[in-house]
């Protein structure tokens, strides 16, 4: 070999330096550039998210930066404490509903409600002038503790699941305080702290981009933002089981049941037991890790893979937008999680349009 052809040989094999990591600084400006038009506080909002990005150690490459950007659009437009129409009115007609379920009778029910609270107005007075979530939760949350009833009318538990700008699940922000550090010092539980911009930003953006995941398109993590870690990667294995073995089944990423029962997908898994060769306490134990990506790992998953795609005749998709109808009393139209993620990146494409100049 020549030296100019051993010299090129060795100039394409160099590899291409690392870009330099973004400084907090870098990260702040290009967030106030990448919002949409109308965000109050942009310089706020930008420490936030970079504060929360450099907490849980994730790369604030600007797809990141977007989709923590698209999905606080979706949930808020960039409010931290977002109001909702309606909210006295959703609020009361739940607990009317919890007292049914409880076979408390409405009058005894409402006699509760009419107790004075600390600030002079009776309970359902203020529940009825409530006009965001925060102020909905705290309402609950002295309810629970001063008013004879409150226990029994909540089921004592705050109804109030999720909340602030990403509208993140509270039941998840109290896990992952458990597990991890939470970066600022807390002004009361972390029930509270997800009501604050810092806060609901930090574990929004956890539940959005903290977990590792094969998808090649952000769409897919934004359905798992609504539906669940995971849950398009197994909408898809559920569409495989179906294509498997002949056995129709709702794709909506929920292979488990923890209830004692068995899922329909694990039945309609142990139709194909003999070819997989795998009994059922196996086709469980590997159930047990859909919601990791230790599942992709699994014979289960690699073998009901390759049936699924000869029986298709091609390579089925391994991440699909899960089929589940969005619930909740806020909600008064027919709502998915498809429509939800399609809307969030709609929002991410045009933040990605942003950064392109």
Not at 21 to 28: D, F, H, I, M
Not at 58 to 74: G, M
Request: with cysteine.
């Amino acid at each position: 070999m020549g030296a100019t052809a051993l010299l090129a040989l060795l100039v394409g094999c160099r590899q291409e330096p690392k870009p330099r990591p973004k400084t907090p600084a870098e990260v702040r400006a290009e967030l106030a550039r990448l919002m949409p038009r109308g965000v109050r506080d942009r310089s706020g909002w930008a420490a936030d998210i970079q504060s929360a990005f450099a907490a849980l150690k994730i790369e604030p490459k600007t797809a990141n930066l977007c989709a923590v950007v698209a999905v606080t659009e979706q949930e808020s437009t960039f409010n931290a404490d977002p109001s909702v129409p309606g909210l006295g009115r959703i609020a009361l007609e739940e607990i009317d509903r919890r007292m049914t379920a409880h076979h408390i009778p409405p009058l005894v029910a409402r006699a509760a409600l009419q107790i004075e609270s600390p600030d002079g107005r009776t309970w359902e007075k203020r529940i009825e002038a409530a006009t965001t979530e925060r102020d909905l939760s705290d309402i609950y949350e002295a309810m629970i503790a001063r008013v004879p009833m409150g226990s029994r009318l909540l089921a004592s538990s705050n109804p109030v699941h999720t909340g602030g700008p990403m509208q993140v699940s509270i039941a998840f922000a109290e896990e992952l305080a458990r597990d991890k550090t939470y970066p600022y010092p807390a002004q009361g539980s972390i029930r509270h702290e997800v009501f604050t911009r810092r806060g609901g930003v930090y574990f929004g953006t956890a539940h959005l981009l903290g977990y590792r995941a094969s998808y090649k398109q952000p769409i897919f993590r934004f359905a798992d933002y609504n539906a669940g870690w995971y849950a398009s990667r197994n909408a898809a294995f559920q569409n495989m089981v179906s294509v498997a073995t002949g056995v129709p089944l709702d794709l909506d990423g929920d292979l488990v049941s923890y209830d004692g029962d068995t899922s329909k997908t694990e039945l309609a898994i142990g139709t194909l037991s003999q070819e997989l060769g795998m009994d059922a306490s196996q086709i469980h134990r590997a159930l047990l890790k859909s919601r990791s990506l230790d599942f992709e790992t699994t014979a289960l998953y690699v073998e009901i893979g390759k049936i699924a795609d000869r029986a298709a005749g091609h390579v089925l998709p391994r991440a699909r937008l899960p089929e589940i109808r969005l619930q909740s009393p806020k909600i008064t139209r027919r709502l998915t999680t498809a429509w939800f993620a399609k809307r969030v990146d709609q929002r991410y494409r045009a933040c990605m349009a942003r950064a392109k100049g």
